[in-house]
């Protein structure tokens, strides 16, 4: 299936927040907008929600954690208990410290591991084509063709409007 | 007067830039050929690792007897080296994570390079222990796997055993870190360029294209990420403080060393951050990235943390005092008046005194000065962990046993080529990575411009 995008750069950062939310206004579905670096505002604008990505990292915090306080227990309590100065096999305050490495360890891959899976990056994917600029100083919103009534022209005139530096129109064959 | 009460609202960055700018700037190190002060500064570091490697090369081959250590005097040179290059790598993490998390962001001109400047001294750190253990093929042996003798496990009473933990999760997390934010940088860079860079940037961007929906998790992924490592690095230097304060030995057997070492640690690492961004404002022509502001910040902060330090020193006196305990009030007393007393003097002078300076803003913009001054703060640092541990272990509870020490060459000599690996790697990382976070810049041009609420 193809789908027909239009294209629209802008540079200045109030002139694509503008744009975005006469966009929405006007109701047209925008596809994604491609961004230089995080602009505050931009998804607000674009009507995102927050990501819910802590609860990875915090469902793996405690697992990491939770791991290395049991393992520490099983390995000098139960295993092999060795005496070590005539301290307790048991002796928990020790195992402290190790914990909390093995929790921080453990939520910080997991959750950029879930990050890279979840936005689908991984070493040899093909960046999509996108008009000149999207990763230097280009602000670009895609807006997708959802039915009939999708006038590129005018769509196009709106974003000039708003000052936009070009627009392009594209079709594109089945999904990414 | 707006100036006054609002200080942030200034621009943070000179010369009026665009966000084309940024990239323009920012890549052309990385696309031009190396000018004669990178081969002049490479070169040099690059002898100084040949010399390391040559010097652990004849230790690992002959023993550790190569190193003055003696039975009185068993940490020296190796272990004030490996929390040396720890605690410069805090710094690096101070800026990333915790200046992020305060929403400081002046730190995005130096964030990049700061967080690079934590990876390579971990590395340096790293390789101390290492040596240290006379067999280094067995240093998987610190690890809990599953062994044929029992399965055997390692102690995890022992606050060396901490330190295995904290630094490969401190490093990991580092690492991590600096390559997530460096992401949509390594796009940038695919974008613009050909060939073969554009081939082993786009492998390493893995396809990034800013896509609202993927920065809208980023940002997020990072502030998680920052979050993690503020109390990481306050764990890290803490925990390699214990490797001392568990211990018996008067000088060491204190509970004010996790603050005292995290704040040194923090000292340190900013003394060496300004050294490294005003020789890489000069040699790459960043002037207007890393302003005279950015250094004049960097320099309170120097000097706010060399007061804690101080307070420190002072509380570690008045405590050996006030305790009564003769073995206690003896270890300061030969750290300051005894035979090696004039490397305790060294790290007054540099760490607590020279910084005084930094309170007259003349000095903060006169950059030669702030430049001698934190050479001056990396010295005082390492003397300050020379006189820790080896002041208080030569002369302990029984005078019979009491012994110097002095490093021998092969133990300068892997000092120095820490720093040429150090150096080595720094200049690498700026000839061919973005050393300044232009994904993070862009962001904040407008800032102080007056044109966006």
């Known amino acids: 299936m193809s789908r027909r995008l239009l294209y629209a750069s802008f540079v200045g950062e109030a002139e694509v927040l503008a744009a975005v939310a006469a966009l929405r206004a006007g109701g047209h579905s925008i596809d994604e907008i491609y961004a230089p670096y995080a602009l505050h505002g931009l998804d607000r604008a674009a009507g995102l929600r927050r990501s819910r990505l802590g609860w990875v990292c915090a469902a793996a915090g405690f697992l990491g954690a939770g791991g290395m306080a049991w393992f520490q227990s099983w390995t000098s309590a139960t295993s092999w208990p060795l005496n070590v100065g005539g301290k307790p096999f048991f002796s928990w305050p020790a195992f402290v410290p190790v914990t909390f490495e093995g929790g921080v360890l453990a939520a910080g891959l997991a959750t950029v591991a879930a990050f890279l899976l979840r936005s689908r990056l991984y070493p040899g994917r093909a960046p999509s084509p996108l008009p000149a600029g999207a990763t230097d100083d280009r602000f670009v919103v895609a807006v997708v063709a959802r039915d009939a009534t999708f006038d590129a022209q005018a769509l196009a005139r709106l974003c000039l409007e708003h000052g936009a530096v070009e627009t392009v129109e594209r079709v594109e064959r089945g999904e990414p | ?178 390559y997530v934010g460096l992401i949509p940088d390594l796009a940038t860079l695919r974008d613009r360029s050909s060939g073969r860079r554009q081939r082993l940037a786009g492998l390493f961007a893995l396809g990034w294209n800013g896509a609202l929906s993927t920065w809208n998790r980023y940002e997020l992924v990072y502030l998680l990420l920052a979050g993690l490592a503020t109390p990481l690095v306050l764990s890290v230097h803490s925990i390699v403080s214990f490797d001392f304060s568990t211990s018996v030995i008067p000088g060491w057997h204190t509970t004010i060393f996790p603050p005292y070492f995290v704040a040194g640690a923090i000292f340190s690492g900013l003394g060496m951050v300004l050294t490294l961004m005003l020789i890489a404002r000069k040699t790459m022509r960043l002037e207007d990235y890393i302003t005279p502001r950015h250094v004049d910040v960097l320099c309170k902060l120097v000097l706010a943390t060399s007061l804690m330090v101080g307070l420190a020193y002072t509380t570690e006196i008045a405590t050996a005092l006030y305790s009564g305990n003769p073995y206690e009030g003896f270890a300061f007393l030969n750290r300051a008046a005894g035979p090696m007393g004039w490397t305790y003097w060294i790290m007054v002078g540099c760490n607590v005194a020279a910084p005084q300076l930094l309170w007259s803003a003349r000095v903060r913009r006169r950059l030669g000065i702030v430049f001698a001054i934190s050479l001056l703060v990396n010295v005082g640092m390492w003397f300050e962990r020379f006189v820790i541990i080896v002041t208080s272990l030569h002369r302990d509870f029984l005078p019979s046993s009491w012994a110097s020490y002095s490093p021998t060459p092969i133990e300068i000599g892997t000092l120095l080529g820490s720093f040429g690996l150090f150096f080595t790697l720094f200049l690498l990382f700026c000839r061919f990575l973005p050393a300044i976070a232009m994904g993070e810049v862009k962001g904040v041009l407008s800032h102080g411009k007056g044109d966006h609420a």
């Open chain 2, 1 to 178: 007067m707006t100036e006054a009460l609002f200080p942030l609202q200034r621009p943070l960055i000179a010369g009026d830039k665009t966000a084309a700018d940024v990239t323009r700037d920012v890549c052309r190190p990385l696309e031009g050929r190396p000018t004669p002060l990178w081969w002049a500064g490479f070169l040099a570091a690059a002898a100084l690792l040949g010399l390391g490697v040559v010097c652990v090369g004849y230790e690992v081959a002959t023993g550790i007897g190569t190193w003055g250590l003696n039975k009185t005097v068993g940490w020296a040179f190796d272990i004030t080296n490996f929390v040396f290059w720890v605690g410069i790598g805090h710094a690096g993490t101070l800026i990333s994570a915790v200046l992020f998390l305060l929403r400081q962001r002046w730190r995005t001109s130096v964030n990049r390079a700061a967080e690079a400047m934590t990876l390579f001294a971990v590395m340096c750190a790293a390789l101390f222990p290492l040596i240290h253990m006379g067999r280094p093929w067995f240093a998987y042996w610190v690890f809990p796997y599953p062994n044929t003798r029992g399965s055997l496990w390692v102690n995890f009473r022992s606050p060396l055993l901490w330190d295995v933990f904290a630094i490969s999760t401190y490093f990991l997390i580092s690492l991590v870190f600096w």
